[in-house]
């Protein structure tokens, strides 16, 4: 666990939410916060033609890929079987979204 002695009560007050995390990672909720924000903004611009459309699954891609870097390598979580949890649902993330990338780009029927 971590505390801060400048504001301890603070600590004691919201300390719950940073419980999971190793010592010098309670800033891992914050940047995991802000790569979700990114992925809805990416999510909410609305392609216009088969090129948007393409860059958008490519930076969503990208920015799943990023994820799973910044977890592997930060492994920010105290518990092994918690880094284990994010590793894998952030590798299923990263396969589908490759998947569906592949499958729209090579314009398979499914995709009308």
Known sequence: ???NPEHHYWVLRYGMFFDEMR?????WLFVDACIVFMLGIVDGVVPTTMFQCRMRNYVNCGI???QLIMIVVCRPYRMPIGNIFFVVAYVLQ????VLIT???SNQTPTWG
Do not use: K, P, R, S
């Open 64 to 66: 799943f890929a990023v």
């Open 94 to 97: 990263l396969v589908a979204m």
């Open 23 to 27: 010592g010098g990672y309670q800033w």
């Open 1 to 3: 666990t971590w505390d």
């Open 102 to 104: 592949i499958a729209h």
